[in-house]
């Protein structure tokens, strides 16, 4: 299934704010704009560990648009779950544009649904290096005709850095169904 490559977005600075209502709140309103689509969703999740499935979940009727989340919070589940190529994860590694374009792609292979998010970065405190410093967050988006990506920096804890990025995560959801046609 080949898909129209975008241009990352450029890096954003973003403070993390309170989570859970705005989550859900968005989670709402990605639930409106999928039906409205006639459209289902798919998560591919590294650092969320699940959090935007969760989001999503706490919908009620939300099986009516949400088929499936993939949590890949290794490289081996990554390989295995999704179809990331090995060499993109050696070359690139798990927080990067490649990774997540390639998590988004798997996801729609391997459910049923017609637009994927995916989202792998460093939430911290550890494992954050110069190039990728602690609060680095991939996210793609795609459907079956185009794929977009964007890094975020987010600032704040671990539970911080993993709220904010549920958030991001489902507005580009909104973001990426606002440019689709909506079905008659």
């Known amino acids: 299934m080949k898909r129209a490559k975008r241009k990352a977005r450029p890096t954003a600075t973003v403070t993390a704010a309170s989570g859970q209502d705005s989550g ?3 989670a709402q309103q990605v639930g409106n704009a999928l039906k409205e ?3 289902t969703l798919v998560t591919a999740e590294s650092c969320t560990g699940g959090g935007v499935a969760q989001a999503v979940t706490m919908i009620s ?3 009516a648009w949400f088929d499936r989340g993939f949590v890949t919070y290794s490289n081996t589940a990554k390989e295995e779950m ?3 190529a090995p060499d993109t994860l050696e070359q690139h590694g798990a ?3 490649q990774t997540v374009r390639e998590m988004a792609d798997g996801a729609l292979q391997y459910s049923r649904a017609q637009v994927a998010l995916s989202v792998s970065g460093v939430a911290g405190p550890t494992g954050g290096t110069p190039e990728k410093p602690v609060g680095m967050v991939w996210f793609a988006w795609a459907s079956n005709d185009t794929v977009q990506a964007a890094c975020h920096q987010i600032s704040g804890d671990r539970d911080a850095v993993r709220a904010k990025s549920v958030q991001i995560a489902l507005q580009g959801v909104l973001n990426l169904l606002n440019g689709i046609a909506k079905i008659a």
């Open 37 to 39: 689509h006639g459209m």
């Open 82 to 84: 999704l179809g990331v």
């Open 61 to 63: 009727g939300s099986s």
């Open 24 to 26: 859900r709140l968005l």
């Open 95 to 97: 927080v990067s544009e």
